[in-house]
């Protein structure tokens, strides 16, 4: 009897002491490159099928975004949202490029403050967006999918920048980088598609993030149903500033609407 008891009790220990690193490899290891594919259905009878991504911060490791492009394709969207930071450095940006130029449906984007800060040329990837099919949305929009979507890209905000404008009899889709901007908005939007925050990339369950960035406010991860309209918050794809997710994959969103 003593024996199993002792038995019990080494067992119950080793796994206290294991489960730190186990939970330390899983951080650091599995998390970082495992792909979540997110659904998300805001009508009974939606009309269209697409695909956001976000904070790719692409760093040279061509593996794992070429893992995104493919995964992309193989959902076959009607057409692709990234809601900003392709990169940090610009020397990753021609790679970055090359591989996202892979994507087989129309991909529309916004820049991340990571874009900004690593004073790229947009030039490039306004030529890789457009090879799809798509643009590069710096404070524009786009009618598509036959008529039927307005599609705004902001980038920045501020008193001299005018709000967007809403097209009526069609859905009025925005693309921001930062969550916190769906606050500066009036009219009402069918959707909003925002990044910046990566989940937190540490979440405790029952509790949420430890720490999220600047502009993102209480919208860290998920749907929110805001005074302008539902706002979704994508999980992002890379990390900042330290290679670790616990409790928040890297996330490709599928959305009908």
Known sequence: MKSKRFSRRRFILAALLAAPAAIAGDARWLELQWLKIRRLRLSNKPAHRFVQFSDLHHKGDRAHTQSVVDTINSLSPEFVCFTGDIIEEGKFLPEALEVLAGIKAPMYGIPGNHDYWSKVPFESISKCFASTGGAWLVDEERIIAGGK??????????????????????????????????????????????????GGQVRIPFYGPIMVPFLVDEYDLGLYHTKVGPLYVNAGIGWFPYPIRFNCRPEITVIEI
Do not use: Q
């Not at 979507?149 to 920048?161: D, K, M, W």
């Not at 925005?174 to 009219?187: M, N, V």
């Open 149 to 198: 979507i307005n599609l705004i890209g902001v980038a920045t905000l501020g008193p001299h920048r005018p709000l967007p404008s809403l097209n009526t009899g069609m859905k009025n889709i925005l693309l921001i980088h930062y969550p916190a901007w769906a606050k500066a908005f009036h009219e009402k939007f069918d959707l909003m598609l925002a990044g910046h925050s990566h």
